[in-house]
């Protein structure tokens, strides 16, 4: 035989027309353990394998540790200790997040992770603790999201448990099953949407009891019916069941015992060591799954094909010693105390190219591979065959597929040699598909590697996905495995993973000083910071748990994100910590968050010392604080200022309460500390301010003596107070002012000229004007006339005004012939004639004329 | 016109997930729903949502949010009450006021909802606890509402307080909703790469985003930046183009009537041209976008070259309504009833346009330009040391204070501060003509450097600006520009001036040469490639897209110079956010103290 051919299809068996592979994985490390005084149970997809050990065994040597944890390659993990003096194990179970979960004959449950840290406990009731649990089953719920458990007590009856993991887990009694007074022969938990049923053998009598029902189900036809079901077998995805009978046949069909696939009589009625699905599959369309058959008093484990005939023969395979069969989505794996072998149904994708006598293209394309590395000229000959047939595309696509489904490393090569000596024959070819399946294998292989002991298949890769792989690497602590791998596939979110994780680990473990935690992980950080997203929150908390509350804070230095960091300081009362974080997040909704927290509610010094150093070297946080206080309790903002001696701002904080105050004496009563918190103010311009609020305090003392005269006056300003006056005609009062507030002779001019015009005291206007020479000149007269409409007032001062002003104010007036007369008294250019022409208007041409006279006169 | 949304800069977007954000919002309450509104939400919120889309989602009726709970609601037996508000805690004192209205058995019979926009401040949150009302709400929810889109190429925070938040304040709340809202920008436009950053506010913007930045794990495919450039500002670069009086079309609609949220109101009796209707309306409100066909052309015209322009227009659209006698054949005549819509829409945006540009007309009335010439003066750095007599008159006049602030505002920015005698003077004079309070308006003018006495030491720099960056130009084109002072007749804004530096095609890395005029400008400013950007594509046009921030305001006639500066550099593209679209007036509204009687006669409106 041809030494290829060895490592092609020579182990391959058939069954019906699928073919069936036998492979070893390991040889066992734990080396000769005495398995049948265990129970054993081991996580899908090359998980860890628990071994507890066997209450029934009781009487011989009991171990210490009761629980062993192992990879699947047999090397011890952990081992579980119980502090309690009689346990006994009756139900083991790994849960999806492939945590431990132990129930114990008092229908306790204990679950670990794969380091045997005891993570939760759910105590039963009195009712089962009394009567004591029998069996019990671990299995998945909710679509395989969440884990179940269900017993059966001494009283034979059922309790069951949805999800171990819910916030309160409460067993919840099952409807008995009437004249049940033995344990029943078998039983199946079905997992529905939204109940749990149990399906119950008793006297060839079939239950399926839920928690108000108990049904009598007729068992499916011919031999079954004859003798009671003494073993059960679930497929969950498809809720598909096999039922093996005491007269030795094997019906396979659906959960509702309606449809039937398969009956078999398999000629054996000792009662078989353990029955399970080999492969378990999308739809039963593809019906090509196998019932195996474990008995161990035999030394055989058989493998019945589920759509084979009654006739069609089984595959046998030969064991030694005990052995435990475990099912996974592609076959089932078999522990013995030596070995652990797979056996699967031979991918369809390995079958096209390695099948004997494949006429596939990829199976062409090998050969073709194998003669070019001799030197052959066949090899040519092969791959015109797949040129001439247009199918090269094909040809390699098979082989890389049937590389990927390949257990062996060397296998993998050939076949992958051989797709990348097809794939230059292609014009164009996408490389993505090759190398993907390139650096999924390179994984594969490295943790199939005997230290590691995760030997999973592709298509349970592809089931588990990587980030499960990440996560199940993270649990087993290997995370100098797992880091290269979430680079080598550039798995996101990834690496945020593993560090949180291992930085988790490390803050937990580790002996080493604050400082040097810290170290460590930003050294591990330092390269990917920036790019990587480390859960720093969890680490912390971590921390905090493991009572390392400096390193806590230390650690919370590297969280990003603000809004995380720092309530987190906030809550380790690291409050001017979580102030500066704040600060520098500029998110000032948090620095609000710290304040409040800060502010001290009670007298307490240490505190309100605290809390003013903050505020002291946080203008931001400062400005914050005012603000609120402005908003909401301007006797807090006082208090502010007078501890931080901010005589200024205090000063014009009353400034703005001075409107509150009516009272002219009690605003004279402000205004005189406004002035000395001024005059404490040390900078010049508050000198400008203290004569300002003197002038104040001056022109309300005025106006409280005018009050009796001119009622009204107080609150007013210096100008309108002068103005009102002279409205009044109060002029020595408004000259008392002038001298008291020292008015610049202009200021008084303007304000005196307009109050009189509004007064309409056009008589005493005339006789200020010619009181002296106006320092204002005579514009404000015109301007203020005009205002207050009396053209004829104005015109008098027009004529004082010098000649190239009187035009424009001329023309104020619309006497345009007299700004025309004046401007060419004055000269005026020719633009300020075409102005006046333009203001006249085009229609108007008796005026022009007579101005265009007047200009031409000139 | 340069369409600015071409090439994938949408500002439109964000309307859209503002809008979708509040229907989720509403889709929460089950039953009728009555909305409260936060009256400086209302103006913001037109522009994202209608009235039909709410009805359809089961609002049954909207009010501003006042004292109390209109009777309306409980006779109808409407199931929600819905607030939206801004986080500030006196609408928290109002609502609290409001909800106490109704008797506590009402209440109960009554869903309340919060909405906060844009987010839910500790704060508020606060307030509420001190009320003890907390737990009369069903739900207190945040709609994160930062910039909205004023125009295709204008998006702007709206927040009204931001200047004096920041400036006078020192709150930087609002630096952080800035930040917050470019993540929001890079999140669907790219990193941008490179950053200006021009002043302490831009700084702290920036290093905000970068911080953010980290807080969010870096995508393997980071997006290709549709914006190259971003240039912060912090507004106190520039407070002259502040103060400057406006005199470009949308500029002086500002000045004159206010724009709010882009629209305006005016006098009704102004639009009479419509001989159908009989009644006019008291005052009439007009939307101002570039969906108006007139005014997308004349917004940012100098305004005296506005009526030329609307002349040419109504020749257009005669000589268009004529063409329909000279259309012989069915087939012309066709054509043109085909584009008679257009002609008509254009006619109505022409009449109205025309009796803005009446009004405004109107508006400028001799004092406004011996006003703007004195700006002018100032500007040019004319006698910025010695008092200034036409504001010393103001004073002595009343005039309106605003007005006169600007005018000293400028005399000290031009002069890089006042004399301590001439400020004492002018402090002195409005405290005497216009309150003792105006003490307080002091203090702040001096926080944001708008009003201050010269120190001993004084840097000069506001000369070396304006002659190195050509800040005052004489004889400007004011009706054929080529140059951006024409926005100012004759000043250019020294913004606008250092961005158009900035975005030289060749020297991205604009600052380095413009080292001498760094100097001289508030520090610090520099520029930086943000990290991790994915690499630009060169754009087959060669076109280089700028995002310019405002920080604290900006005014419509940056905006008009900047539109001015793309259309005349057909590689520069130019997306304008900011805080607060302002002018003078309403910058100095948030600023001046209020008096408690009415002394100062309100001139603006």
Redesign the interface.
């Given at each position: 035989m041809d030494l290829e051919v060895d490592e092609g299809c020579g182990n391959w068996e058939p069954l019906g027309d699928v073919f069936y592979e036998k492979i070893e994985v390991y040889d066992m490390d734990w080396v000769d353990k005495m398995l049948k005084n265990y129970k054993l149970e081991m996580a899908p997809c090359g998980g860890p394998i628990a071994l507890a050990w066997d209450s029934r065994q009781l009487t011989r040597g009991q171990p210490r540790k009761l629980i062993e944890i192992y990879n699947s390659a047999g090397i011890l993990l952990n081992e579980i200790a119980t502090k309690h003096e009689r346990i006994l194990v009756v139900g083991l179970g790994w849960s999806t997040e492939e945590n431990l979960v132990v129930v114990t004959d008092i229908g306790s449950i204990y679950v670990y992770d794969i380091n045997g840290v005891s993570l939760s406990l759910v105590s039963a009731n009195a009712e089962i603790q009394d009567s004591r649990v029998i069996e019990a089953r671990v299995f998945p719920t909710y679509g395989g999201t969440r884990t179940g458990v269900a017993v059966l007590t001494g009283a034979y009856r059922f309790f069951v448990i949805s999800d171990i993991a819910s916030d309160n887990p409460t067993y919840h009694k099952m409807n008995d099953i009437p004249g049940l007074d033995n344990p029943p022969s078998s039983w199946a938990v079905l997992p529905q949407d939204r109940s749990i049923e149990i399906l119950v053998s008793n006297n060839a009598k079939l239950y399926l009891i839920e928690r108000d029902r108990c049904t009598p189900k007729y068992a499916p036809r011919m031999h079954l019916s004859s003798g009671s079901v003494i073993e059960m077998a679930l497929l969950n995805k498809t809720l598909d069941i096999a039922l093996f009978s005491e007269n030795g046949a094997l019906w396979v069909g659906s959960a509702d015992l309606q449809t039937t696939y398969c009956e078999v009589d398999t000629g054996i009625t000792n009662r078989p060591s353990q029955m399970c699905w080999c492969g378990t599959y999308d739809s039963m369309v593809e019906m090509s799954a196998a019932i195996a058959l474990v008995w161990n008093s035999e030394n055989m484990v058989r493998l019945y094909g589920i759509t084979v005939t009654d006739h069609s023969e089984p595959i046998e395979y030969l064991t030694d010693g005990e052995v435990f069969v475990v099912p996974e989505m592609d076959g089932l794996r078999m522990i013995s105390s030596k070995t652990h072998e797979l056996i699967r149904r031979v991918p369809a994708s390995l079958v096209e190219v390695l099948g004997m006598g494949s006429l596939q293209p990829g199976a062409v394309l090998f050969d073709a591979q194998k003669e070019f590395n001799k030197g052959s000229h066949k090899a040519n000959e092969y791959m015109q065959v797949i040129v001439e047939k247009n199918s090269m595309e094909l040809a390699v696509k098979q082989c890389i597929n049937a590389a990927a489904c390949s257990t062996s490393p060397k296998q993998q090569k050939n076949l992958l040699r051989a797709a990348s000596y097809g794939k230059g024959f292609l014009a164009y070819d996408n490389p993505d598909h090759f190398v993907e399946i390139c650096k999924t294998l390179r994984v594969l292989n490295e943790i199939r590697m005997f230290r590691i002991g995760i030997p999973m298949t592709y298509s349970q890769l592809h089931q588990f996905t990587v980030m499960g792989l990440i996560k199940r690497l993270v649990a087993m602590k290997l995370y100098c495995l797992a880091l290269p791998i979430v680079d080598h596939l550039?798995l996101?979110?990834g690496k945020?993973l593993v560090l949180s994780q291992w930085a988790m680990d490390k803050v937990r473990q580790s002996r080493d000083t604050d400082e040097e935690i810290v170290n460590a992980i930003t050294r591990k950080l330092g390269s990917s910071l920036?790019?990587?997203?480390l859960n720093i929150s969890s680490v912390v908390n971590e921390a905090k748990k493991a009572g390392r509350k400096e390193l806590a804070i230390s650690l919370l230095d590297f969280e990003?994100?603000?809004s995380e960091q720092v309530p987190a300081l906030m809550r380790m009362n690291q409050n001017a910590k979580a102030m500066e974080k704040a600060i520098?997040?500029?998110?000032?909704?948090?620095v609000?968050?710290v304040l409040?927290a800060m502010e001290p509610k009670e007298r307490d010094s240490g505190k309100i010392r605290e809390f003013n150093n903050t505020l002291k070297d946080n203008?931001?946080a400062k400005?914050?604080y005012?603000?609120?206080c402005a908003?909401?309790d301007v006797q807090k903002l006082h208090t502010h200022y007078e501890t931080h001696d901010n005589y200024r701002d205090s000063a014009?904080l009353y400034?703005?309460e001075?409107?509150h105050n009516t009272l002219p004496e009690a605003k004279l009563k402000l205004l005189e500390d406004i002035d000395k918190l001024f005059r404490k103010g040390t900078i010049s311009?508050d000198n400008?301010?203290s004569q300002?609020?003197l002038?104040?305090v001056a022109l309300i003392k005025r106006q409280v003596g005018l009050n009796s005269k001119v009622t009204g006056i107080t609150?007013m300003?210096?100008?309108?107070t002068v103005d009102l006056l002279i409205q009044r005609a109060l002029f020595a009062e408004a000259e008392g002012l002038r001298k008291e507030?020292k008015l610049s002779d202009?200021?008084f001019w303007?304000?005196k000229v307009?109050a009189l015009t509004k007064a309409r005291n056009w008589s005493e206007l005339e006789k200020f004007a010619k009181s002296k020479k106006s320092p204002i000149g005579y514009k404000?007269f015109v301007d203020a006339c005009l205002e207050n409409n009396n053209k004829a007032e104005a015109v008098k001062y027009v004529e004082k005004l010098p000649r190239e002003q009187q035009v424009d104010s001329y023309m104020d007036l619309d006497m345009p012939e007299k700004a025309g007369e004046i401007a060419r008294l004055s000269r005026g250019s020719e633009e300020l004639f075409e102005r006046i022409l333009s203001q006249i208007g085009p229609q108007n041409t008796v005026l022009r004329d007579r101005i265009n006279s007047i200009r031409n006169n000139s | 016109m340069n369409d600015y949304s071409s090439d994938g800069i949408k500002v439109s977007f964000l309307r859209e997930l503002a809008r979708s954000d509040l229907l989720d919002h509403i889709k929460l309450c089950e039953g009728s729903k009555v909305l409260f509104w936060d009256p400086a939400l209302k103006g913001p919120f037109n522009l994202i949502i209608d009235w039909p889309i709410l009805k359809k989602h089961g609002v049954v009726k909207m009010f501003d949010l006042q004292e109390h709970i209109p009777s309306e609601v409980l006779e109808n037996k409407w199931q929600n009450v819905v607030l939206l508000i801004r986080p500030e805690v006196k609408m928290i004192d109002l609502i609290y006021r409001s909800i106490r209205s109704i008797s506590s058995s009402q209440r109960r019979e009554i869903d309340f909802h919060i909405i906060f926009v844009s987010r839910k401040s500790t704060m508020c949150m606060r307030r509420l606890e001190e009320y003890k009302i907390v737990g009369e709400f069903k739900n207190i929810l945040e709609l994160e509402l930062d910039l909205i889109p004023f125009d295709h190429d204008l998006m702007t925070l709206e927040n009204p307080a931001s200047f004096k938040d920041i400036f006078v304040e020192q709150d930087d709340s609002c630096l952080f909703q800035v930040a917050r809202s470019l993540m929001t920008l890079q999140a669907f436009f790219g990193v941008i790469p490179n950053v200006t950053v021009l002043g302490e506010s831009a700084k702290k913007v920036l290093e905000m985003i970068e911080r953010m930045r980290q807080e969010v794990p870096a995508t393997d495919k980071p997006i290709v930046p549709k914006i190259e450039n971003l240039i912060l500002i912090d507004r106190r670069i520039d407070l002259m183009t502040m103060m400057s009086s406006q005199v470009t079309y949308e500029g002086l609609i500002d000045e004159l009537y206010g724009i709010k949220n882009t629209q305006a109101t005016f006098p009704g009796a102004a639009f009479q041209y419509d001989e159908d209707v009989q009644e006019t309306a008291a005052s009439k409100m007009v939307a101002l976008n570039s969906s108006d066909p007139i005014f997308k052309e004349a917004r940012d015209l100098h305004f005296n070259a506005v009526g030329l322009f609307l002349t040419s227009k109504a020749r257009q659209i005669s000589a268009a309504y004529d063409e329909k006698k000279d259309a012989k054949s069915l087939s012309q005549l066709k054509n043109f009833v085909g584009k008679l819509p257009h002609i008509q829409a254009e006619k109505r945006a022409l009449e109205i346009q025309t009796s803005i540009a009446a009004l405004i007309r109107k508006g400028l009335n001799k004092q406004y330009y011996e006003s703007f010439a004195v700006e002018q003066e100032l500007r040019e750095g004319l006698d910025v040391e010695k008092m200034n007599t036409f504001i010393e008159e103001m004073i002595y006049r009343q005039e309106s204070l605003t007005k006169i602030i600007r005018l000293i505002a400028i005399q000290c920015i031009a002069g890089d501060g006042l004399r301590p005698k001439l400020y004492e003077f002018y402090k002195r004079e409005i405290v005497q003509a216009y309150g003792y309070h105006h003490l307080l308006t002091f203090d702040r003018l001096e926080k944001c450097k708008l009003i201050y006495m010269q120190e001993k030491n004084q840097v000069i720099s506001y000369p070396t600006l304006r002659s190195k960056m050509k800040l005052c130009i004489d004889n400007v084109n004011e009706k054929d520009p080529t140059d951006i002072s024409y926005v100012f007749s004759g000043y250019a804004p020294l913004t606008v001036r250092l961005i158009n530096w900035l975005t030289q095609g060749s020297q991205r890395d604009g600052l380095t040469y413009l080292d001498d005029i760094v100097k001289y400008l508030p520090k610090p400013c520099f520029g930086k490639k943000q990290k991790n950007a994915a690499t630009t594509q060169e754009r087959s046009d060669g076109e280089i897209h700028t995002l310019v921030y405002f920080i604290g305001g900006c005014t419509y006639a940056e905006v008009s110079a900047l539109r001015f500066l793309a259309q005349n550099h057909p590689n520069k593209q130019f997306t304008i956010a900011t805080t607060k679209m302002l002018n003078g007036n309403t910058l100095l509204d948030s600023i001046v103290e209020p008096s408690p009687r009415d002394i100062i006669p309100d001139f603006l409106t």
């Open positions: 550039r996101e979110g945020e920036g790019d990587v997203f990003p994100r603000s520098a997040s500029g998110d000032m909704d948090l609000h968050t409040v203008p931001q400005a914050l005012t603000k609120w908003q909401t014009l400034v703005q001075l409107d311009r400008l301010e300002l609020t002038e104040q609150g300003n210096l100008n309108e507030f202009r200021k303007w304000l307009r404000p | -």
